[in-house]
């Protein structure tokens, strides 16, 4: 299976907006939620689907 995650900014002026989008596989996603954990950024993650 495949997701969509996208990095949400916190940035004032932005106010949450999304600043990028990758499509990944689990493995991905995993190590991409590790680090967010660790940094505190924001990460909104759903299911792709494929066109």
Do not use: C, K, W
């Not at 950024?41 to 494929?50: F, S, T």
């Amino acid at each position: 299976m495949r997701f969509e995650i996208t990095r949400l900014d916190d940035n004032e002026s932005a106010e949450g907006a999304d600043t990028d989008r990758l499509i990944a596989d689990a493995e991905t996603v995993r190590a991409m939620v590790e680090d967010a954990a660790e940094s505190g950024e924001r990460l909104y993650i759903r299911p792709h689907q494929a066109p």
